[in-house]
């Protein structure tokens, strides 16, 4: 073995311990967004605040099940821009076909 070897690091996956704590929490956010809807007196942001639980439980899932949390940062990369990418596209079609209102249009 070289003195210039690279020292092999050991990254931290989470255990069972910390999978049931995911998915507790997981559980928790569905039963918030099942909740809100049914409280009437949100109806006017219901949209907004089930695309920020939804969001949420999206980058857990992605951090935690897929794993990106401990691989290389040009993986989370590559998936946020395909992300992004889906989301303009997904805006931008329900602004062309009138379901969304942009301001000031």
Do not use: C, Q, W
Request: proline residues 5%; positive net charge; hydrophobic residues 60%.
């Amino acid at each position: 073995m070289s003195a210039h070897a690279v020292p092999h690091t050991v990254e931290h996956h989470p255990g069972a311990k910390e999978y049931i704590a995911i998915g507790t929490a997981l559980t928790v956010i569905t039963a918030l967004e099942v909740t809100v809807y049914y409280v009437h007196a949100v109806r006017p942001v219901l949209p907004p605040i089930l695309i920020a639980l939804s969001a949420l439980k999206f980058a857990l899932v992605v951090m935690f099940y897929m794993h990106l949390k401990f691989d290389n940062r040009m993986f989370t990369g590559m998936f946020l821009f395909g992300l992004a990418t889906a989301a303009f596209t997904a805006i931008a079609f329900l602004a062309l076909f009138g379901f969304v209102r942009v301001a000031g249009a």
